[in-house]
């Protein structure tokens, strides 16, 4: 169906319409007057239909960020797109425009309702973020491929969808296509799919289908594996120990050694090469394990710390509930003899004893936050102690495990030279009977060329070590800072929050029994 | 002597109970004289009248040789076989030495004489019986069982042993015996179960002896012990915060609490001397027989059948006790169906510092030289070589003799229990058992028409007159009652049901049936649709709690006003309490904010007010809190009032910005007053519910049915029912299939003569005759079919002659007896008539039914074949 939309003139979703549509669909009669006295926000509108509207754009629509239903059918929209900031959205319906293809739809989370029926769209994507989608209906569209319906099977609660009116319906194993590729599929084209059309459907495709689920399973594992493996290389960044569990740092120290690759066709290298592997990836074991191990303790100590406050606070709360509680009984009470006296004179004793009453009430309660405050500051302050003690002890031992690597270099390197000179003299002195490459033999001209290499490699392995070092300690340090900050802040906010909490309800109750005495009054 | 005592006795109490009339009507007289007695004087003469007891002489029970048919006994209940008379041998033998070696000891009790007259020897009189019945597999249900089943007989002589001992079966029949007969058919139930079981006989208290409960305690009144909760002390975590600073006076403090001690003392002192006073009251008059009363009962071992530690069981009242208790006060000796051994041990302390390892030769002194002796270690075999050597002789004798001789096999007949006997329990199906301050009555079920099965009455004291508390049980009832509670004091009566019901009723406690007052229902609220769990009522408030709701609610409250008159009477409409408050608290909905989710909803009917108090939040400790007032439509102007702002009071924990709107307030409005009308009207309906539950109730409690198992066949008369007409049918069955046996051509064969062969002709003649005979027949009954046929239609005709003569004279009745006769007789006719057509239909077919059937008879068939 082709709209002459030239002739007619395209509307703009502007201020004027939206507040029209938001009153015509607003609450009715007796509560639609009192919403009238105070107007609607935008903000608090759950569902807005814009039908009919010959619009071409949407667009204003960021205010109604709780909507939950949009109607946007029978205009002429071309793109979908200004509604990003419509993420509570479940219901949206975009039937009867001239969109060509499915796009801005990546922040609708929520969404489980899509019609994008009659439009101009040809292929199915961009609907990745759905993953709550029910009810899919886009006929009446110009879908030709039927291998698109596969991309619908990643919507595991897609129970409604319907087709009918595109090209791929008038292939003739179409229903059997879809049913068999989507099998959790309810409602087809709003049609019940029978038991019969399913048998059929999966004996005809079952070996295609298998085969698309055997490759589903592999990435599906695939993807699981990596995920592992993410896991645990966040675990052990936590532990600060990342690539320490191998030969990762060993080998960074040669990655960019130019040197050390050609001074290890020297007789001798290899093996020293060897055994210098060896004893530094032991260290870097050792190192690793540490540092799990220092890991676990920090998580333990900040957990115990938790679970200690959270107990104090409940304690507190337990007590404020229940100072609030035999408050209220007899501030309650109070206030019913206050009602029902009928003497000027009692009421106001009762007033006065009623302010007494909040005031007592107000009291307590700060006296049992201050408390709170102080024996938690103390407690804060041996935690605090105690987690940089144990940061402390775990840099120490870094620090000489790191000295161990810097040792194992500083050997290596001397026992490197010593080959270096040893085969340099055996050059020059022509002894020397062994094939080198052209640029290794070009290191042996003279004793600095030799001497300033080595020297290079070593300086490039010791720079290595050093940064790793810094890297781990910088990140301990900061980590411990800023966990100290966050329970200090945390026990600030507290701290506030309940002031004002019982500051606010204290003067709720003033208030209310001004507001009394006042009506009382009158009376 | 004893005849005189008991005449005596009986002469006592008639005159006791003339003195007890004369008194009651002296008392009666008095009471007529005065008309305005008051109270006290009352009071005193209900003592006095209590003070007047009568004493009915009970039948003494009598259980001898002479009330036994000893006629019916099987022959080994009358002699002795060869093996059992060497047996006895050995028994006198061992006798013999044991008096000689301890003749300050009294004689054992080894072969007392059987019902048959006959010397029996005590281990043979055990019958070791596994019973089909899983109640009694255990010791506990079994020995109850023994204690239920038989009446306590006294031994003849407190102090002298049995000279008869009967078997279990005649025991079982006549459901009668002394503490032997108790002891020895419960050992031989319980070893049959695969006990290590013992009968003993020694010495036991008063109370033990004659069966005398009345200083023990109730079972079914003994508290189950507190476990004493052990709190763990909670270590104090390395983070835990320090308490504040105690800033009290640490002196004062300690005045104090000394002086708290010092009354805790005294009152502990106090209660201390009088427990000590209820024990000496509890303790039993000294017994100048202390310690000569023979008893019997029962000892389990160690070992078999998981038995952790040993015990006794006293056969009349089922309870077990340790071996230290101190109501047993000597053994004499113990046995089982294997052997006899001899208590060794002295017994100054009662039963306390006995040792039961029977393999030990010293403490226990065997008849037979078991085979196997397992309790036998190993140190004791040696001591028991020297003992052989030191005393060769008797030993040696004894090894002559009972070398390869075991314990010959029970006289006695297996022993069983009908299922009858065995569900009537108690002989005619009724016990009583008196306790300290308490009396419990049991019952067979079914035996009494409401179910009843046991009711335990306490008395205020030991004395007995002052019923505190009735406790009844039942069993079977329609209405699943399952006990009854009735406080005599406060008048609460409490009701347990069982679950099943389709009220779903757990408990019921009431002081009347009368609707609106104090009454708690508690019930079954996995059956209940709303989830009530609990409903409690006074007169002017209801409270229900509720499980497990998906509307959250957990507590519903409602306070009632006084019933205001109405003129009106003649209204059918009830006039209902008026609703004051409803109160209704739910529990947290996590799916909501606790700012959204209402804790307390407290509707104030009366004033016109909505109260809301919502969930608080974590971390904080007040609560939102909003307050409706519901006003009039229309303000002092006359203009319309939706809304307006003083209408909702709220303090919110954390001010938000959509609850201070005008809308969102008239939205909660609306739907609170809604709610409002709704929880009206479940009030309504549990006020209905109570009606209905009291109506029903009543109703249950009037009629009282048992139901019956369906697999109980004896009194399941629906069942029974179909069983006998399943029998009936099957006897049918039988009789028509002799009826189809029967031989048609019979009455033929007869004219010829007998034992002769047939010949063709005669054979031929024989079918023919046949043939002839039923085609007359079948004539003959189409005949018969007409002539009724026309004789209902005659006489149908002249009744309408009769009818058109008469009609103008008739009346009503007689015209519609005529109208019921005509279409009866049109019935009878047309039934005829069709049955005419069936038989004319049917005929031809039943001849050629004949003819076939006679062309295949074996008697005919070699002369008719050629035709065929």
């Known amino acids: 169906m082709i709209r002459l939309y030239d002739a007619i003139e395209p509307n703009v979703i502007d201020e004027e319409l939206l507040k029209l549509a938001v009153e015509e669909q607003g609450p009715q009669e007796a509560a639609g007057q009192v919403a009238k006295q105070e107007g609607i926000n935008f903000k608090d509108v759950k569902s807005l239909k814009l039908d009919f509207q010959n619009i071409l754009r949407i667009d204003n629509l960021w205010q109604f960020v709780s909507l939950?239903?949009?109607?946007?059918?029978?205009?002429?929209?071309?793109?979908?797109?200004?509604?990003?900031?419509?993420?509570?959205?479940?219901?949206?319906?975009?039937?009867?425009?001239?969109?060509?293809?499915?796009?801005?739809?990546?922040?609708?989370?929520?969404?489980?309702?899509?019609?994008?029926?009659?439009?101009?769209?040809?292929?199915?994507?961009?609907?990745?973020?759905?993953?709550?989608?029910?009810?899919?209906?886009?006929?009446?569209?110009?879908?030709?491929?039927?291998?698109?319906?596969?991309?619908?099977?990643?919507?595991?609660?897609?129970?409604?969808?319907?087709?009918?009116?595109?090209?791929?319906?008038?292939?003739?194993?179409?229903?059997?296509?879809?049913?068999?590729?989507?099998?959790?599929?309810?409602?087809?084209?709003?049609?019940?799919?029978?038991?019969?059309?399913?048998?059929?459907?999966?004996t005809k495709y079952q070996y295609s289908i298998y085969e698309l689920k055997h490759r589903e399973n592999q990435i599906q594992i695939k993807l699981e594996e990596e995920q592992a493996n993410i896991a645990e290389l966040e675990k052990h960044k936590a532990a600060y120990v990342e690539y320490l569990n191998g030969p990762y740092l060993f080998d960074s120290l040669y990655l960019e050694d130019i040197e050390a690759a050609k001074l290890a066709y020297l007789p001798g290298v290899p093996e020293l090469l060897e055994t210098y592997k060896t004893k530094f990836v032991a260290v870097c074991q050792s190192l690793f394990d540490y540092g799990l191990i220092q890991q676990e303790k920090r998580k333990a100590e900040v957990a115990l710390f938790y679970e200690c406050l959270e107990e104090a606070l409940q304690d507190n709360r337990a007590q404020g509930l229940k100072t609030i509680d035999d408050f209220e009984k007899i501030h309650s009470e109070l206030l019913n003899t206050i009602r029902n006296a009928s003497e000027l004179q009692v009421v106001d004793t009762k007033m006065n004893e009623c302010a007494e009453e909040i005031n007592r009430l107000f009291d307590v309660l700060m006296t049992l936050e201050m408390q709170l405050v102080e024996q938690l500051e103390e407690s804060i302050n041996s935690f605090e102690r105690n987690i940089i003690d144990i940061v402390g002890v775990f840099v120490e031992n870094v620090q000489g495990l790191m000295a161990q690597c810097r040792d194992l270099e500083n050997h290596h390197h001397e026992k490197l030279l010593e080959i270096s000179i040893n085969t340099l003299e055996k050059i020059v002195k022509s002894e020397f009977d062994e094939d080198l490459p052209d640029d290794v033999r070009a290191l042996f001209s003279d004793k600095d060329t030799v001497v300033n290499a080595v020297g290079a490699s070593h300086d490039i392995h010791l720079l290595r070590i050093d940064n790793r070092e810094d890297e781990l300690i910088t990140k301990v340090t900061s980590w411990c800072t800023a966990i100290v900050d966050k329970v200090h802040n945390d026990e600030h906010d507290r701290n506030r929050k309940r002031v004002k909490e019982i500051n606010q309800y204290v003067d709720y109750l003033q208030n209310e029994l001004d507001n009394f005495d006042f009506g009382d009054l009158v009376d | 002597m004893e005849v005189l005592k008991e005449k005596i006795e009986e002469e006592e109490a008639a005159e006791r109970e003339a003195e007890a009339e004369q008194a009651a009507r002296r008392a009666a007289e008095k009471e007529r004289e005065d008309t305005i007695l008051n109270q006290e004087e009352l009071i005193d003469l209900e003592q006095k009248l209590s003070e007047i007891e009568v004493h009915i002489p009970e039948d003494p029970v009598i259980f001898s040789k002479s009330t036994i048919d000893t006629s019916t006994l099987p022959p080994s209940y009358r002699a002795n076989s060869a093996k059992e008379q060497l047996l006895l041998q050995v028994a006198d033998n061992f006798a013999r030495q044991y008096n000689h070696l301890c003749p300050d000891r009294e004689p054992l009790f080894l072969h007392p004489l059987n019902e048959c007259d006959v010397p029996k020897f005590v281990s043979t009189t055990i019958r070791p019986t596994l019973m089909p019945y899983p109640e009694l597999y255990n010791w506990d249900s079994c020995a109850e069982f023994v204690s239920d089943f038989l009446t306590m007989v006294p031994l003849p002589s407190a102090i002298k042993l049995p000279e008869y001992l009967f078997s279990p079966t005649s025991v079982l029949k006549y459901q009668r015996g002394n503490c032997f007969d108790f002891s020895i058919l419960l050992c031989s139930l319980l070893i049959g179960a695969g006990y290590d079981a013992y009968c003993v006989s020694g010495y036991a208290t008063q109370d033990l002896c004659s069966m005398d409960l009345t200083r023990e305690v109730c079972p079914l009144l003994k508290k189950p012990k507190e476990v004493a909760e052990e709190k763990e002390k909670v270590v104090p975590k390395k983070y835990t915060i320090k308490p504040p600073r105690d800033l009290r006076s640490k002196f004062e403090l300690a005045q104090v609490a000394k002086k708290e001690a010092e009354i805790i003392a005294a009152q502990e002192k106090k209660r201390k001397e009088e427990e000590e006073r209820l024990l000496e009251l509890d303790k039993p008059p000294p017994d100048p027989m202390h310690g000569l009363r023979i008893h019997a009962w029962v000892l389990i071992l160690c070992g078999r059948r998981e038995v952790p530690e040993s015990f006794f069981i006293d056969p009349f009242t089922a309870r077990s006790y340790s071996t230290q208790d101190e109501h047993f006060l000597g053994i004499e000796s113990i046995w089982n169906h294997k052997n006899y051994w001899v208590n060794m041990q002295d017994c100054w302390n009662g039963c306390k510092d006995l040792i039961f390892d029977l393999g030990d030769p010293v403490r226990w002194e065997f008849l037979l030289l078991e085979t196997e002796k397992p309790y036998l270690s190993l140190y004791e075999t040696e001591e028991e070589e020297e003992f052989t050597e030191d005393d060769g002789i008797e030993n040696l004798d004894k090894e002559d003799e009972e070398n390869n001789f075991d314990m010959p096999g029970s006289w006695v007949e297996q022993i069983s229990i009908s299922p009858k006997d065995f569900e009537t329990r108690c002989p005619l199906g009724k016990k009583v058992i008196q306790y300290k301050q308490a009396k419990l009555e049991k019952w067979t079920p079914y035996l009494n028409g409401n179910g009843l099965v046991s009711r335990l009455t306490i008395y205020e004291n030991v004395d007995c007159h002052k019923v505190v508390e009735i406790r009844e049980w039942y069993k079977n009832r329609e209405d699943l009652l399952e006990m009854r509670q009735v406080d005599k004091v406060s008048n609460w009566t409490t009701e347990y049901f069982k679950p099943g019901h389709f009220l779903a009723l757990r408990v019921h406690i009431y002081k009347n049936m009368i609707p609106e007052t104090e009454r708690t229902m508690e019930f079954y609220y996995l059956a209940r649709v709303d989830g009530l769990v609990k409903r409690t009522e006074t007169s002017r408030s209801m409270t229900e709690y509720y499980e497990g709701r998906l509307?959250?609610?957990?507590?519903?409250?409602?306070?009632?006003?006084?019933?205001?008159?109405?003129?009106?009477?003649?209204?059918?409409?009830?006039?209902?309490?008026?609703?004051?408050?409803?109160?209704?608290?739910?529990?947290?909905?996590?799916?909501?904010?606790?700012?959204?989710?209402?804790a307390e909803r407290i509707f104030v009917v009366s004033e016109e007010r909505i109260l809301l108090r919502y969930h608080c939040r974590e971390d904080y400790i007040t609560t939102s809190k909003r307050e409706f007032q519901k006003s009039n439509d229309v303000d002092n102007k006359g203009n319309k009032i939706i809304m307006t702002p003083d209408m909702c009071i709220s303090y919110e924990v954390e001010p938000r910005e959509h609850t201070k709107k005008l809308l969102f307030q008239y939205e909660m409005m609306m739907e609170l007053k809604n709610q409002e009308r709704i929880s009206k009207h479940q009030v309504w309906e549990s006020?209905?519910?109570?009606?209905?539950?009291?109506?029903?109730?009543?109703?249950?409690?009037?009629?009282?049915?048992?139901?019956?198992?369906?697999?109980?066949?004896?009194?399941?008369?629906?069942?029974?029912?179909?069983?006998?007409?399943?029998?009936?049918?099957?006897?049918?069955?039988?009789?028509?299939?002799?009826?189809?046996?029967?031989?048609?051509?019979?009455?033929?064969?007869?004219?010829?003569?007998?034992?002769?062969?047939?010949?063709?002709?005669?054979?031929?003649?024989?079918?023919?005759?046949?043939?002839?005979?039923?085609?007359?027949?079948?004539?003959?009954?189409?005949?018969?079919?007409?002539?009724?046929?026309?004789?209902?239609?005659?006489?149908?005709?002249?009744?309408?002659?009769?009818?058109?003569?008469?009609?103008?004279?008739?009346?009503?009745?007689?015209?519609?007896?005529?109208?019921?006769?005509?279409?009866?007789?049109?019935?009878?006719?047309?039934?005829?008539?069709?049955?005419?057509?069936?038989?004319?239909?049917?005929?031809?077919?039943?001849?050629?039914?004949?003819?076939?059937?006679?062309?295949?008879?074996?008697?005919?068939?070699?002369?008719?074949?050629?035709?065929?």
């Not at chain 1, 029926?117 to 879908?143: E, H, P, Y």
């Not at chain 2, 033929?748 to 002839?772: H, I, S």
């Not at chain 2, 009609?807 to 019935?827: G, R």
């Open chain 2, 687 to 868: 006020e209905m519910e109570v009606l209905e539950i009291l109506k029903i109730r009543e109703e249950e409690e009037d009629t009282h049915n048992l139901t019956v198992s369906i697999y109980d066949t004896k009194r399941n008369e629906k069942s029974k029912e179909q069983r006998e007409a399943l029998e009936r049918q099957a006897q049918e069955e039988h009789m028509r299939q002799v009826e189809a046996e029967l031989d048609y051509l019979a009455p033929f064969l007869v004219q010829l003569p007998p034992g002769e062969k047939l010949t063709r002709w005669q054979a031929l003649r024989l079918k023919d005759e046949c043939l002839n005979d039923f085609k007359q027949r079948l004539i003959d009954k189409a005949n018969l079919i007409q002539a009724r046929f026309e004789k209902e239609t005659q006489e149908l005709q002249k009744k309408q002659q009769w009818y058109q003569e008469n009609q103008v004279t008739m009346t009503m009745e007689d015209e519609d007896a005529y109208l019921t006769y005509c279409s009866q007789a049109m019935f009878r006719i047309r039934i005829l008539e069709q049955r005419l057509n069936r038989h004319k239909e049917l005929a031809p077919q039943k001849y050629l039914a004949l003819e076939e059937k006679l062309y295949r008879d074996p008697r005919l068939i070699e002369y008719l074949k050629v035709f065929v």
């Open chain 1, 68 to 202: 939950t239903k949009l109607q946007l059918d029978n205009n002429i929209i071309e793109k979908i797109d200004g509604l990003e900031s419509l993420v509570n959205l479940v219901w949206l319906d975009l039937s009867f425009n001239n969109i060509e293809s499915i796009e801005g739809l990546d922040t609708l989370v929520n969404l489980e309702d899509l019609s994008l029926f009659s439009n101009r769209i040809a292929k199915m994507d961009a609907m990745d973020s759905l993953v709550k989608l029910q009810v899919f209906s886009i006929g009446n569209n110009i879908l030709d491929n039927l291998l698109n319906v596969i991309y619908l099977r990643r919507f595991k609660f897609l129970r409604s969808l319907n087709l009918a009116g595109n090209p791929i319906c008038e292939e003739e194993d179409y229903k059997l296509f879809v049913t068999a590729y989507l099998p959790d599929l309810v409602y087809l084209d709003f049609r019940l799919i029978d038991a019969h059309t399913r048998e059929l459907g999966d």
């Open chain 2, 551 to 598: 509307d959250f609610l957990a507590y519903r409250h409602i306070d009632y006003g006084i019933r205001t008159k109405k003129f009106n009477i003649n209204s059918a409409d009830s006039n209902p309490r008026p609703l004051l408050k409803i109160t209704e608290r739910f529990n947290r909905n996590l799916k909501q904010l606790a700012d959204d989710d209402v």
